[in-house]
């Protein structure tokens, strides 16, 4: 049994960032039953009484170089840190950061690779990393991101769907054809998850590192400890909504501009069709 030694850093670090008003979390309210009759999408509404635009962009320099002191976890290695996200989506909402400068659309690296084994070794759950602003990152100093969950806990309300995909070979499903997913036993470290993004990549169209300077296309990337999925990316705001890895994974966020006609009329799936 791991000791979740960065989950419980992370918990008392968040305590402590909210007294000192450094963490803001973002206020959503389940809106599901109202659009969708299925349970594999979770749809959120974002409360905007108190936004605070200012607050919610921050400054425009590299908010990761440096890092702000009160959010951080733990050093990972020498190439990483862990630190809270500024605006969490869940209560000790993680991000695994480089120490230095790297681009959030380049190729990831062994050391990322080693850094993400290291903390889930430790700390587990649904992590997700989104390539460029067309696959919904905010940032373009690379950064993952991790949800923490318990060891017998669904990673995320699609997590059927991606173990079942390579059994249900829909030629007609758009989804399936920008999507590639492989199954694998994250806890027992017995693959190279670099050679396996490596060849889930050159699979999908993205190119290899070898020949491309970059990935080819946008894309996100969803790993647990059962199955890493990645999905090429064509779009980032369709319908008034903006979709990032967490919304493949099942999580949908409904704001003030998105199409909630067109959400009820042709469900989350039909929606997630427009972005790849």
Same mark, same amino acid.
């Given at each position: 049994m791991s000791l979740e030694k960065y989950w419980k850093k992370a918990l008392e670090q968040t305590r402590v960032s909210i007294d000192d008003e450094s963490l803001y979390p973002l206020k959503t309210v389940i809106i599901t039953d109202d659009l969708y009759e299925k349970d594999d999408f979770i749809i959120r509404k974002l409360d905007t009484s108190n936004f605070n635009k200012k607050k919610l962009y921050g400054p425009k320099q590299n908010p990761f170089c440096p890092w702000e002191k009160i959010l951080e976890i733990d050093k990972i290695g020498d190439n990483h840190q862990l630190i809270l996200n500024k605006y969490p989506v869940q209560k000790g909402h993680i991000l695994l950061i480089t120490n230095n400068w790297k681009p959030q659309n380049g190729w990831l690296d062994i050391y990322d690779w080693k850094a993400i084994q290291q903390v889930n070794k430790d700390t587990t759950g649904l992590w997700f990393f989104n390539s460029s602003p067309i696959a919904g990152a905010s940032q373009p100093h690379r950064h993952f991101q991790l949800l923490r969950r318990s060891r017998d806990e669904i990673s995320?309300?699609? /997590?059927?769907?991606?173990?079942?995909?390579? @059994?249900?070979?829909?030629?007609?499903? =758009? %989804?399936?054809?920008?999507?590639?997913?492989?199954?694998?036993?994250?806890? /027992?470290?017995?693959?190279?998850?670099?050679? @396996?993004?490596?060849?889930?990549?050159? =699979? %999908?169209?993205?190119g290899n590192p070898i020949s491309d300077k970059k990935p080819i296309y946008p894309y996100n990337v969803l790993i647990t400890n059962k199955w890493i999925a990645i999905i090429k990316r064509k779009n980032d705001h369709i319908h008034g909504f903006s979709i990032n890895s967490l919304g493949f994974a099942g999580y949908l966020l409904v704001t003030e501009k998105s199409n909630i006609n067109y959400l009820r009329k042709f469900g989350p799936e039909k929606l997630l069709e427009s972005f790849v």
């Amino acid at each position: 049994m791991s000791l979740e030694k960065y989950w419980k850093k992370a918990l008392e670090q968040t305590r402590v960032s909210i007294d000192d008003e450094s963490l803001y979390p973002l206020k959503t309210v389940i809106i599901t039953d109202d659009l969708y009759e299925k349970d594999d999408f979770i749809i959120r509404k974002l409360d905007t009484s108190n936004f605070n635009k200012k607050k919610l962009y921050g400054p425009k320099q590299n908010p990761f170089c440096p890092w702000e002191k009160i959010l951080e976890i733990d050093k990972i290695g020498d190439n990483h840190q862990l630190i809270l996200n500024k605006y969490p989506v869940q209560k000790g909402h993680i991000l695994l950061i480089t120490n230095n400068w790297k681009p959030q659309n380049g190729w990831l690296d062994i050391y990322d690779w080693k850094a993400i084994q290291q903390v889930n070794k430790d700390t587990t759950g649904l992590w997700f990393f989104n390539s460029s602003p067309i696959a919904g990152a905010s940032q373009p100093h690379r950064h993952f991101q991790l949800l923490r969950r318990s060891r017998d806990e669904i990673s995320c309300p699609r /997590e059927k769907w991606f173990m079942e995909m390579n @059994l249900d070979q829909d030629i007609n499903s =758009k %989804l399936k054809k920008n999507i590639i997913v492989s199954k694998f036993n994250f806890l /027992e470290n017995s693959v190279s998850l670099l050679e @396996l993004y490596l060849e889930l990549c050159k =699979k %999908l169209g993205l190119g290899n590192p070898i020949s491309d300077k970059k990935p080819i296309y946008p894309y996100n990337v969803l790993i647990t400890n059962k199955w890493i999925a990645i999905i090429k990316r064509k779009n980032d705001h369709i319908h008034g909504f903006s979709i990032n890895s967490l919304g493949f994974a099942g999580y949908l966020l409904v704001t003030e501009k998105s199409n909630i006609n067109y959400l009820r009329k042709f469900g989350p799936e039909k929606l997630l069709e427009s972005f790849v």
